[in-house]
Structure formats: structure tokens, C-alpha cells
């Protein structure tokens, strides 16, 4: 078959029938029904109506999705909602993109919306969504949750999609911007659906955020982690002399504190972008982590980490001999909190080496231990 078409369902007894009727009018179609625990009869009509019916245990929109991907045997898979809101009538429309080969997948954006179909919340979360989507991912796409989808197999076997729930629909075009797939957008309508609808505006909304912010870490650690040490750094370096006046208010040591946590705060957060860059970089190769793995080695950021703090705990021992030298007088501590920023960041350092070093390690095992989208279909058959 040319096409594999991939219905979702689960209780949807009065609209599967009406779907299988309409897909079967298009030739080369395989069509395949993931039955998601459904109580109701439409395991019993999508068979009848002449569906390849296949069960997924485990509960989920995305769940169900991924087994269907699993089944399809098609050049190009779609997926399509089995509620009768996506007119399947103008899949051509689709097709007539998908076909030309230039693009990896192909999307329905609901544009002409039939009636109320959607809630204000829906609306708004789309939107929204959609927007971060654009912005983290740099991928021109308005509807970002639209469920009705022309793939290439091999677009598809590039991926290694994770979410079992309706994140599914935006961690895809996730891993099809990090993979520098080309989407493309064709307007269709959106019609009101049979029946009580399964998605919660405010869980689900919050899942996709989620997700974005998961596979976006300079989104989420790199700018704020840069923020807070460069932030920190302003009243070490300013009160580092002694106290500074600003319109007749007196800046003395206690600044000094709080720029001291948000740079130990704020590195920590840089370890994490690393970190989190690195194990993305296991699933998306990175150019720049092949880069920064190739430099950096064990030796370097041990030899760094103890460089450090050496420099800050002798930065404290000449603020104790100072104050032993005046037989316990008072002294000024603005360079012993230097002292100690600096040793906590050396042993953040020196450890973070180490982890890094095995995270390098796991990074080689990982492509040598990959496994095909062809292979783990085979061995989900099995």
C-alpha cells in the first residue's frame, strides 16, 4: 500500500463507520484502527466496515498513535482523528503536497471551523501554544495541534517519539524541527464532534508546554542560567572595594550575598543546559555537543574545579589570617564572600567534570546500541 491510514480510537462507535466509509473511497489506502480500550462497539464496526483493528493496551492518544505507526505499512502514514471533525474528503488536498516529495510532513490547519466547534479556552491555548511552538522551534506552523497528518515513513523512522498522551501531536513537530524536516500547512475545515470530547484544555495544554520546555533547554536553563550570573555578578564587582552610595541609599556587604547565590544558582543551571544538551544530543546528534565533547576532557575541568578552589580557600585563609593578625578585630568580609563563590562554583566544577565524562561515555554507547524504526516494528509483531 502506498498510504496507511491511522485512526485512534477509543468509544467512538457512532463516527469510526462513517470515517472508514469515506477513506475507503481513496485507492492504495490501508486502513488501520488502534482500539484504545474502548467499551463501546467500535472495535466490532471498524471491522466490519473492513479496518485493519488492532489493540493498544496502554492509555493514550499518542499510545494509540505510535502503535499505528508500528502496524502501517505504507510509503506515507496518516493519522487522522476517528470523531469525524477532519473531513477525510479533503485528504486530497493534502496529498496533492505530500506527493511531490518536498515535504516530510504535511498538516490540515483548521481554518475554516464549522459552527462552535472549539471552546475559548481551546482557541486560546492553541494560539498560544502555537506561538511557543514557532518561537522555541523556529518552525512556521499556526496549528500545531491539528490531528490530521500526511508523514513520510522515513521521517517517521528518524524519530523516536516518547509522549503516550495528546503531547504526541506537538513532540512531533518537536523532533521534526531538531531533525530540520520541512512541514507544510494546507487550510482544511473543522467540524463539531459526536459524542462526549476527550481532551482537558488545561491538563493537556500544560503537558505540551511542558514538552516544549523539556526538548527547548536554552529556553529553559541557558538564559536563565546566563541572566542570573551576569545579574550576580553587578554587586560583587561594584561593592567588591567597599560600599557604594545610590540616591542617598548606603549598598554595603548584604548585596553582595545575594549576587553570591544567584551566580552559584546561575552556574548551576548552566551544568544543567549541559547536561540536558548532551542526552538530547544521544536522540538529535548536536553539532555543537560534538564539538564541546571533543575538547572537553576529564583532566581540564578536574584541573579547573581544583584551580578554583584552591583560589577561594586562599581567598579565606588570608581574610582569617588577616583577623587573627589584629587579635580578632573587625574586619572586612567583602572578600571572604568572594572567596567562597568562587570555591563552591571550583566544586561544582570538579564534580560536574566527572558527570560530564560519563555522560560523554553513555553518548558513544547510545548511537552504537540504536535501534531502527524497521526493527522495532518487527520486533513489536513478534
Given at each position: 500500500m502506498k498510504y496507511s491510514l491511522v485512526f485512534p480510537c477509543k468509544d467512538e462507535e457512532e463516527t469510526i463507520g462513517i470515517c472508514i466509509s469515506k477513506a475507503k473511497k481513496i485507492k492504495d489506502m490501508e486502513i488501520i484502527v488502534v482500539d484504545n480500550n474502548s467499551i463501546d462497539d467500535s472495535a466490532k464496526i471498524a471491522r466490519y466496515a473492513g479496518a485493519t483493528v488492532v489493540k493498544e493496551q496502554i492509555q493514550g492518544y499518542g499510545a494509540a498513535l505510535k502503535r499505528g505507526f508500528l502496524e502501517a505499512c505504507g510509503d506515507y502514514v496518516i493519522m487522522c482523528d476517528a470523531d469525524d471533525t477532519y473531513d477525510l474528503e479533503e485528504l486530497p488536498k493534502l496529498m496533492k503536497y505530500a506527493r511531490t516529495g518536498k515535504y516530510d510532513i504535511v498538516m490540515g490547519q483548521r481554518k475554516y471551523?464549522?459552527?462552535?466547534?472549539m471552546t475559548l479556552t481551546h482557541k486560546i491555548g492553541n494560539k498560544l501554544l502555537s506561538g511557543v511552538l514557532r518561537t522555541f522551534y523556529k518552525i512556521k506552523v499556526k496549528d500545531s495541534h491539528s490531528g490530521f497528518r500526511i508523514i513520510k515513513r522515513d521521517a517517521l523512522e528518524k524519530m523516536r517519539l516518547q509522549t503516550d498522551g495528546m503531547d504526541l501531536a506537538s513532540e512531533m513537530l518537536m523532533q521534526a524541527a531538531l531533525l530540520n524536516m520541512k512541514v507544510k500547512e494546507v487550510p482544511i475545515h473543522y467540524y463539531a464532534r459526536k459524542g462526549e470530547s476527550k481532551l482537558r484544555s488545561i491538563?493537556?495544554?500544560?503537558?505540551?508546554?511542558r514538552l516544549m520546555l523539556l526538548y527547548s533547554p536554552n529556553n529553559l536553563y541557558l538564559i536563565p542560567g546566563l541572566l542570573l550570573m551576569l545579574l550576580g555578578m553587578v554587586p560583587l564587582i561594584v561593592l567588591m572595594?567597599?560600599?557604594?552610595?545610590?540616591l542617598d541609599i548606603s549598598f554595603r556587604i548584604h548585596p553582595m550575598f545575594l549576587g553570591s547565590m544567584m551566580i552559584i544558582v546561575g552556574y548551576q543551571i548552566l551544568m544543567l543546559w549541559l547536561y540536558t544538551r548532551i542526552y538530547i544530543h544521544n536522540i538529535f546528534p548536536d553539532?555543537?555537543?560534538?564539538?564541546?565533547?571533543?575538547?572537553?576532557?576529564?583532566?581540564?575541568?578536574?584541573?579547573?574545579g581544583l584551580l578554583?578552589?584552591?583560589?577561594?580557600?586562599?581567598l579565606n585563609l588570608w581574610i582569617l589570617f588577616l583577623w587573627l593578625s589584629t587579635q580578632y578585630g573587625r574586619i572586612d568580609i567583602r572578600w571572604s564572600i568572594i572567596g567562597l563563590t568562587i570555591m563552591i562554583l571550583g566544586i561544582q566544577t570538579f564534580f560536574a567534570s566527572f558527570y560530564l565524562s560519563i555522560l560523554g561515555i553513555t553518548e558513544n554507547l547510545s548511537f552504537?546500541?540504536?535501534?531502527?524504526?524497521?526493527?522495532?516494528k518487527i520486533s513489536n509483531r513478534k
Open positions: 471551523l464549522s459552527g462552535d466547534v491538563p493537556d495544554g500544560w503537558k505540551h508546554l572595594f567597599g560600599p557604594v552610595k545610590i553539532k555543537l555537543i560534538l564539538r564541546i565533547l571533543s575538547k572537553l576532557k576529564l583532566e581540564q575541568g578536574v584541573i579547573l578554583l578552589t584552591l583560589l577561594g580557600v586562599s552504537s546500541s540504536r535501534k531502527s524504526f524497521s526493527s522495532r
